[in-house]
C-alpha cells in the first residue's frame, strides 16, 4: 500500500511537471529566420537577454563588419557605440604578451629566466626542489601556480587600494603553499588567473612602470587606441563605460528563479524551459577594481580591439607595436604536445584551429578568434555575464560571423 502510495505520487508529480512544460511559454528561436546580419544579431540578443553589444569582422586584413547593438546603460537608454569600452576580461592576458614581448626585444627580460631575476620577492614553487619559475611557463600557463579568482576582492567602482605586488605577495609568499600545484613547473598545462598576476608584476618591475602606463605608452597610443585601458581611471569617468550586467530568468507562472550565482539551477530553466525575454531581468553591476587585474582588467572598445587585430595582422605595420620576431615568438606554439598542443604566448588556438581567447567575469563576455595565415578575425564583446543562454549565443554569433 505504502509503496502504491509512492508511485502515485510521483506519477502524478510527473505529469504535472510536463503539464507545466507544455503550457509555459518558451523563448522563440527567431534569428534562424533571418538572412540580414543585422536582423540576426538582434534577435540572438533578444533570445539570450543579451544588453549590448561590438561585433568586429576582419576578411583578408580588411575590416569588413564593425557595428555595435543594443545598450551601455539600460537604466540611461545609453546605446552601445563601436567606441563605448567593455570590460575584456581575460582577452586581457595575450594583450599583457605583447608588453613582455617588447621588454624581451628590448634586453630587460629573458623570457626563460627564473621569474626571481625580475621580482621584487622570491617565489619558489614548494614541488620545484631544482626548477625554477620562468616567464614563459607563465604565459603558458605552466608554472605550478595555482589559479586565483575572488570577486570578494574586488573594490566597487574604484580600482582597488591593494597594489598589485601587495596581493601578488600575499598570495605567493605569505600563504605558503596554499596557491601552488602538486605538480612542478614546466610539468602540465593549468589555467592560472594569478600566473597572469605574476607576468603583470614583471611588466612593471622591469619597466619602471604601472602595467596600465606602459601598455598606453607602448601599445595602446601608438595604435590609436583612445578608449582603451587597463584600471578604471584611465577613464575620464565612468559613465562612458558599458554597465556590466547579469540575467534573472525564472520560470513562467512558477517562483522559481535563478541568476549566475546559482550556475546548476539557472542552467536547467535555460536549458528545460528557456524563459522569454519577458521573464527575464537585468541585474546591473557595478564597474570593478580589481588587485589582480592583470588577468582580465582592460577595457577597449570594439574599435580598438579591431584596431590591435588589424595590426596583428598586418605584414608590415612599420613596426609600430608588432615586430615580425615579436609576432613570430607570439603565434608560435609554446609547449610539447604531450602537455598541449594548442598552447601559444597566452593566445590559444580553438577546436577549429584558429588562434585567440575568450574572457568572461561578473557581467562581461568577450570573444576573439583569427586566422593569421587568411588575414580573418571575429571579435565579439558583451555586456553580459556569461551562462548557458550567453554562451550558446556566442557560438551562435561565432559559427554566423565565420561563415559570412
Not at 19 to 27: D, F, H, S
Not at 47 to 60: D, F, H, K, S, Y
Not at 256 to 281: H, Q, V
Request: net charge negative.
Amino acid at each position: 500500500m505504502k509503496i502504491r502510495k509512492i508511485v502515485m505520487f510521483v506519477s502524478f508529480a510527473i505529469v504535472a511537471v510536463l503539464a507545466t512544460w507544455l503550457v509555459i511559454p518558451k523563448q522563440k528561436a527567431i534569428s534562424e529566420h533571418h538572412n540580414d546580419i543585422d536582423e540576426f544579431i538582434l534577435d540572438v540578443m533578444e533570445e539570450a537577454a543579451i544588453p549590448g553589444m561590438g561585433i568586429a569582422v576582419i576578411r583578408n586584413g580588411n575590416t569588413e563588419l564593425i557595428r555595435a547593438y543594443g545598450f551601455a546603460d539600460i537604466e540611461k537608454k545609453k546605446p552601445a557605440t563601436i567606441d563605448t569600452p567593455f570590460n575584456i576580461a581575460s582577452i586581457s592576458k595575450p594583450i599583457m604578451g605583447i608588453a613582455i614581448l617588447q621588454l624581451a626585444e628590448r634586453g630587460h627580460l629573458n623570457l626563460d629566466d627564473d621569474i626571481n631575476t625580475y621580482l621584487p620577492f622570491k617565489i619558489d614553487h614548494p614541488s620545484a626542489s631544482s626548477a625554477h619559475i620562468s616567464i614563459r611557463q607563465l604565459a603558458t600557463h605552466t608554472s605550478g601556480i595555482a589559479d586565483f579568482y575572488d570577486p570578494k576582492t574586488y573594490s566597487h567602482n574604484a580600482d582597488s587600494n591593494i597594489s598589485l605586488k601587495e596581493h601578488v605577495e600575499k598570495l605567493l609568499v605569505a600563504s605558503g603553499s596554499d596557491y601552488y600545484l602538486p605538480n612542478p613547473p614546466g610539468t602540465t598545462r593549468e589555467y592560472s588567473n594569478l600566473g597572469a598576476a605574476v607576468a603583470g608584476l614583471i611588466v612593471e618591475s622591469t619597466s619602471g612602470q604601472s602595467l596600465s602606463e606602459y601598455s598606453r605608452e607602448n601599445i595602446f597610443l601608438p595604435l590609436g587606441m583612445a578608449d582603451t585601458g587597463w584600471l578604471l581611471a584611465d577613464f575620464e569617468g565612468l559613465g562612458g563605460l558599458a554597465v556590466p550586467y547579469e540575467v534573472e530568468q525564472c520560470i513562467p507562472y512558477i517562483s522559481i528563479c535563478a541568476n549566475w550565482k546559482s550556475p546548476i539551477k539557472n542552467g536547467i530553466i535555460s536549458e528545460l524551459f528557456n524563459p522569454p525575454i519577458d521573464y527575464k531581468t537585468f541585474q546591473r553591476h557595478p564597474h570593478y577594481g580589481n588587485p589582480q587585474y592583470p588577468d582580465g582588467g582592460i577595457r577597449t572598445s570594439i574599435n580598438d580591439l579591431n584596431t590591435l587585430i588589424l595590426a596583428l595582422l598586418d605584414s608590415d605595420d612599420g613596426d609600430t607595436v608588432f615586430s615580425d620576431s615579436l609576432k613570430g615568438e607570439m603565434l608560435a606554439k609554446q609547449l610539447t604536445d604531450d602537455i598541449d598542443e594548442r598552447q601559444r604566448f597566452f593566445w590559444r588556438d580553438n577546436l577549429q584551429g584558429r588562434i585567440g581567447h575568450k574572457g568572461a567575469d561578473i557581467g562581461v563576455f568577450s570573444s576573439l578568434y583569427f586566422d593569421p595565415v587568411k588575414k580573418d578575425a571575429v571579435i565579439i564583446v558583451m555586456n553580459r555575464g556569461v551562462d548557458m543562454a550567453s554562451d550558446r549565443a556566442m557560438d551562435k554569433l561565432s559559427r554566423r560571423l565565420w561563415s559570412m
